[in-house]
């Protein structure tokens, strides 16, 4: 059973397009979060969410928007995509965001805007 | 602002040839200093964590150390399965995620 799961894997759309990405986990965790990796594999957050409420949004255009409809899904939807959103898009959650244990990351989406 | 540089940021090494990846951190108050490993085309994967300078975890060749300014992942006999990239990051409050460094991509040659 996959722990954090994201679709798509591949996204590839043209610039001015609307798309979503989707990430669900069956891990029970309260904390989920969208992290950005760039091509020089540079891990950056986006967005946390905590039972369903943002928490945190980093400075991103707001384009990005999430949507958690419950603690188990959080879902990012871009708006008018362009060229420099191209990256890969991963999803990732805790059970205490203060506590011993790591991230569960998904296995990524990788958004490629032409 | 909080910052996480890893270095080197490759690192070719023969199949049995000891070595150590570091980590340091300039962060406003450390509460936990994370290390996980990527491979192509995957999500990262947790290691370790450590929270207080001293402090030693291993796992199989792996051995992560801290001090109040740096991380280093000693990597012992590795072998080809060690290749990947290795992340580490450090966690600078109770609810803030995680600051990720760019990473040391390791190949491990037979």
């Known amino acids: 059973d996959t722990a954090v799961s994201q679709t798509p894997k591949y996204l590839v759309t043209q610039m001015g397009n609307d798309k979503s990405i989707k990430c669900e986990q069956n891990l029970g965790h309260d904390t989920m979060y969208w992290y950005k990796q760039d091509s020089k594999k540079f891990l950056k957050i986006m967005f946390s969410?905590?039972?369903?409420?943002?928490?945190i949004n980093e400075t991103v255009p707001n384009r990005f928007s999430p949507k958690s409809p419950d603690k188990a899904h959080l879902n990012l939807h871009i708006n008018s995509l362009e060229l420099g959103d191209s990256a890969v898009y991963f999803c990732?959650?805790?059970?205490?965001?203060?506590?011993?244990?790591?991230?569960?990351f998904g296995s990524g989406t990788r958004l490629t805007v032409v | 602002e909080d910052q996480v540089t890893q270095s080197p940021e490759a690192l070719r090494l023969q199949e049995g040839e000891s070595s150590s990846l570091n980590c340091s951190y300039t962060?406003?108050?450390?509460?936990?200093l994370f290390w996980y490993r990527q491979d192509p085309g995957k999500g990262p994967e947790f290691l370790f964590t450590l929270y207080s300078a001293g402090e030693e975890k291993e796992k199989e060749r792996l051995k992560a150390t801290l001090t109040k300014k740096e991380s280093f992942l000693h990597i012992t006999a590795p072998k080809p399965e060690d290749s990947a990239t290795y992340l580490c990051?450090?966690?600078?409050?109770?609810?803030?995620?995680?600051?990720f460094g760019k990473g040391t991509r390791l190949s491990v040659i037979a």
């Open positions: 962060v406003s108050g450390l509460r936990g």
């Open positions: 990051a450090a966690r600078v409050g109770g609810n803030t995620p995680l600051v």
């Open positions: 969410y905590n039972n369903k409420e943002l928490i």
């Open positions: 990732a959650s805790s059970q205490d965001p203060a506590g011993p244990g790591g991230y569960t």
